[in-house]
């Protein structure tokens, strides 16, 4: 669950959020809305820590993560960014990327990132989804087209089951096709789970599509 | 036959440098000026212990770690205080001048007469080839863990993991370190193979690494990081048998430093010449 208090941010003498009040319950999917410069990124920032609030408080769970760096709070938030290149690392296979991403919150460091066990365990997690890219555990991710990227963002920021889930307007830097493709897989994997997600875009049919829960700022 | 030998018994010891150079350069996406002072900081400190009576060996193993504190030093100044990569480089580096001075005592400390892990074994070649291959496959499997690749990861992209929740200044920290280590390891080896040990013996060493890395990188283009960093030992061979080849040719020997510089930005200018030359084709078929 998230829940925001009083939240104030300013960037020089701009106001973005003043007693910004906001709050989100387990499993909820909440669509976001605004025009630009209204804050919606200000706000992922501030809820996964590349920015502190001036004054207010930011809860998951109850615990209040408003000044905790973001390394620590990585952990309870899984985050897609509009650029595909952004959510993973082009030099490393496909299953090396997963693996990284899924050993996020375990401490032995020195031990092998990718073994037979896992390997099999992603490819389980993945065959459901129909996306194909079981076929590509050794490519490298700077091999994939940017939908297949976005896919394995997803995948890579969902794996740990976070409690948060933030898309950036994951989808608008794709073609209508890749689109419709990653869309299908948000619905599949934010269904029917405890993850609360919230997701920012400017595409009304995307809108529409969610509309469980809209909240605009600005 | 032997002088071919030898000339590749030198390419095996200074391709631990050029390990280490990888480390930075190409992994972490990290320029890192400190290697030339951490190369002469390994030298130094091994010829100090060596004429002290200390095993080779193990002086061998003491110059890694004193060279791993410069790269912490280096790491530290660049992610704690957000000083510029390369500045945080030069400061080490200089810094490093006036303490290998004080390490040696003077500008040079010589090891004649003393043993070394050259005098024990007699064989340049096989000492080099050990030492090489030992830490090539360290480092291939080291890579290949949790926190190997994470580092990786981290030189890719760095958003990506900070996203993930590593902390990658930490990350940053324990490349250089382990960077400059293989610096050290390889200025004690160079420090024996010589003879001595002196204040500018890491002047230069920066280029020759960068040189045996694109060269390397030139003659194999394969993923693998294991055939990554083997490659990178074959180009400081190539490097070193090179240069003897252009001395032979009746080339000045202070002309190396700009003959090995023109190589480094020949090999990495290249991939962007042949993108021009395909683009311009494509314009004049358009």
Known sequence: ?218 | MSIYISTCSQGLIWAILALGIFITFRVLNFADMTAEGSLTLGGAVCAVLISNGINPILSIVISGFAASIAGLITGVLHTKFKIQAILSGVLTMIALYSINIRIMGKANVSLLGKRTVFSTSNQNFAVGLTVCALLTIVLSLFFKTRLGLAIRATGDNEQMMKAHGANTDFKKILALMLSNAFCGIAGALIGQSQGYADVNMGTGSLVIALASIVIGEAMFTKDAILLKLIAVVFGSIAYRLIVFFVLNFGMNPSDLKLFTAVVVAAFLALPNIRKRIVRSAKNVKN
């Open chain 1, 1 to 218: 669950m998230l829940k925001i208090k009083n939240l104030c941010k300013k960037f020089g003498e701009k106001v973005i959020f003043e007693d910004f009040n906001f709050q989100a319950n387990k499993g909820e999917f909440v669509t976001i809305l605004g025009g630009n410069g209204a804050g919606k990124s200000t706000l992922f920032n501030l809820i996964s820590g590349t920015l502190f609030p001036d004054s207010g408080e930011i809860l998951i769970d109850g615990i209040d993560v408003s000044f905790m760096p973001e390394h620590k709070r990585a952990k309870f938030i899984g985050r897609v960014f509009q650029d595909p290149l952004k959510g993973s690392s082009p030099n490393l296979t496909v299953e090396e990327n997963i693996a990284l991403a899924a050993s996020k919150n375990v401490k032995n460091n020195l031990r092998l990132a990718t073994n037979r066990q896992n390997s099999e365990l992603f490819k389980e997690k993945l065959s459901p989804l129909n996306l194909g890219m079981e076929n590509r555990f050794n490519d490298k991710a700077g091999d994939l087209s940017g939908g297949q990227r976005q896919v394995l963002a997803i995948f890579m920021a969902m794996i740990c089951q976070p409690k948060i889930l933030l898309l950036d307007e994951h989808t608008a830097a794709l073609d209508p096709k890749s689109q419709e493709k990653i869309l299908d897989l948000t619905e599949k994997i934010t269904q029917n789970t405890e993850i609360t997600t919230l997701m920012i875009t400017h595409n009304m049919t995307i809108v529409e599509r969610f509309n469980e829960n809209v909240v605009t700022l600005g």
